[in-house]
DNA sequence: TCGATCCTGTAG
DNA sequence: CTACAGGATCGA
């Protein structure tokens, strides 16, 4: 489920939830989610260890530990990662989960097991973060900024947006609904999108996520997972063949770096 | 830039 | 049964 305002939520959720929280045990179910290394040697490495802090970095997750060290976690399409009350009542489908000393744990969720989890030292950390694109929710996410992204890419600009060397956090949903919302054809090379409406897609990306961190909260807020997110409907996304809010056009779907892309070709051009 | 791949679940 | 899934990476 997780793009960037669902990591957002689940971040703060498990940041109020285990900061502070000394592991006791950790226990990795699934050997090549920690790929390169031997999860038995992650495992060992983390028990005993304190939360410090959780951040999140466009959709990958930073748990900070007191050795200096960092829990890096991915969920990738399915995954979720949350505290419980009680260590022994594991959901199922776990990637991994870490007993805390007072009963509880963290839980890392994942039906499709395609979710990551790595340990950082400060330099492998470092370089995560470097490498990873502009923070759009970040004042370095300026108008000019994407400008400047766009003039350099002839990706469609769709896949632009979702590059997330270049810009951390859209995904296949806000991608689609930011290129709606400002009426952009998803096809359309970035660099040849017009320089109004780039300022119209910034303005759109911005609102957009905006509102959906909002809704992911409410959403994340009940105790163990989550709910479907309450507030946010896509206005095109996963809407092919229905009319366009907008112009009522029927809505399609096409492919895109073997993603779908849900537009309208009535008014996104 | 395309397709396959990692997995499991669900909808048609 | 097939197609597809809110992600990312790899090789052709």
């Given at each position: 489920m997780p793009e960037l305002p669902e990591v957002e939520a689940v971040t703060r959720k498990v940041r109020r939830d285990s900061v502070g929280a000394r592991i006791v045990e950790a226990a990795v179910l699934r050997a090549r989610i920690t790929l390169p290394d031997d999860p038995r040697v992650v495992e060992a490495r983390i028990a005993a260890e304190r939360i410090a802090g959780a951040e999140r970095r466009g959709k990958n997750i930073l748990l900070g530990l007191e050795s200096g060290l960092t829990l890096h976690v991915h969920l990738r399409m399915t995954g979720n990662l949350f505290v419980i009350p009680?260590?022994?009542l594991h959901p199922h489908r776990l990637s991994a989960w870490f007993r805390f000393d007072d009963g509880r744990a963290l839980v890392f969720e994942?039906?499709?097991?395609?979710g990551t989890l790595r340990l950082l030292d400060q330099q492998a950390r470092r370089n995560m973060l470097a490498g990873a694109g502009l923070e759009?929710?970040?004042?370095?996410?300026s108008p000019q900024a994407l400008s400047a992204l766009a003039a350099a890419s002839r990706q469609p600009v769709k896949l632009f947006l979702m590059d997330q060397s270049k810009i951390a956090g859209l995904g296949n949903i806000y991608a689609a609904e930011a290129l709606f919302e400002a009426r952009i054809?998803?096809?359309?090379a970035a660099c040849s999108v017009s320089p109004a409406k780039l300022k119209s897609l910034h303005g759109s990306i911005v609102r957009i996520l905006k509102d959906a961190v909002k809704s992911a909260c409410i959403a994340y807020s009940r105790p163990g997972g989550f709910r479907e997110a309450e507030g946010y409907s896509p206005a095109?996304?996963?809407?092919?063949g229905e009319p366009c809010l907008r112009c009522r056009r029927t809505l399609i779907r096409i492919t895109q770096g073997g993603r779908s892309t849900y537009y309208c070709p009535g008014c996104q051009r």
């Open positions: 009680d260590w022994r994942d039906s499709r097991g395609l759009p929710l970040s004042k370095a996410f054809d998803p096809r359309k095109v996304y996963d809407r092919e």
